[in-house]
């Protein structure tokens, strides 16, 4: 376990529906991540959080909806999905504000949009 | 841009033996930090070892050691005793300090299976 949770684990949705992933850090860090894990793609970054703000939004459709309200939660709401969103979709958190900090990942959310 | 290259999708080792995965990236940058992270099957990303780019020394973690070469930026993964448990996805990672927060590029990762 590395102290950061995710749910669901699995999740099936149609392209109407509206679900949210949520992530939760035990760490006391201060910077949350949102991955999309593709199978024969590298791990893309989506959104980073540092101190509840967003600092990163990697031309994320808008379809995905990022949500911090503290920094020990982050939520993916997702809306209107494409069957090519399917993918793992992980969290990660990392201790400080600067980037050199290593990033303890989530087990992750299996993500199927029929 | 950087890039992080593992060239070998898939590897098999018999348990007990070793057994050494590759990566090599690109970049301009002298400083900089190297990981690789482990994925079991169970989906946990773990840490399995980290390197900056500043240190001479390769880094190691009991069964687990890195071979840096800055000038060839190369960093490969060695792992010694192979356990079954050591079958899952391994992903080689660069972090270039200062800029975006956070922002790892990841490899498309080698598949390991450990054969007892």
């Known amino acids: 376990e590395t102290g950061v949770t995710q749910t669901p684990r699995h999740l099936v949705m149609g392209m109407t529906n509206k679900k949210s992933l949520k992530c939760e850090q035990h760490?006391?860090?201060?910077?949350m991540y949102w991955y999309k894990q593709s199978a024969k793609k590298p791990l893309e970054l989506m959104f980073v959080?540092?101190?509840?703000?967003?600092?990163e939004n990697n031309s994320v459709p808008s379809r995905f909806s990022p949500e911090c309200p503290n920094s020990s939660h982050l939520f993916l709401h997702l809306h209107t999905l494409q069957p090519e969103d399917s993918a793992l979709y992980l969290c990660?958190?990392?201790?400080?504000?600067?980037?050199?900090?290593?990033?303890?990942f989530g087990p992750g959310t299996r993500l199927l949009v029929l | 841009a950087q890039t992080v290259t593992q060239s070998q999708p898939e590897m098999s080792v018999q348990e007990a033996e070793t057994v050494t995965l590759s990566c090599t990236y690109d970049?301009?940058?002298?400083?900089?930090?190297l990981f690789w992270y482990k994925q079991p099957p169970s989906r946990q990303m773990i840490l399995v070892i980290r390197?900056?780019?500043?240190?001479?020394q390769n880094a190691t973690e009991n069964r687990f050691s890195v071979n840096f070469q800055k000038a060839a930026k190369s960093f490969s993964l060695k792992i010694s005793d192979s356990q079954l448990g050591d079958t899952a996805m391994y992903f080689c990672?660069?972090?270039?300090?200062?800029?975006?927060?956070?922002?790892?590029?990841f490899g498309k990762g080698t598949k390991l299976s450990v054969k007892p």
């Open positions: 990660a958190s990392s201790l400080g504000q600067t980037n050199q900090e290593t990033q303890y």
């Open positions: 760490l006391g860090h201060n910077a």
């Open positions: 959080y540092s101190l509840e703000e967003r600092v």
């Open positions: 970049t301009s940058e002298s400083n900089y930090y």
């Open positions: 390197q900056e780019a500043y240190k001479q």
């Open positions: 990672a660069f972090m270039k300090p200062g800029g975006s927060q956070g922002n790892l590029i």
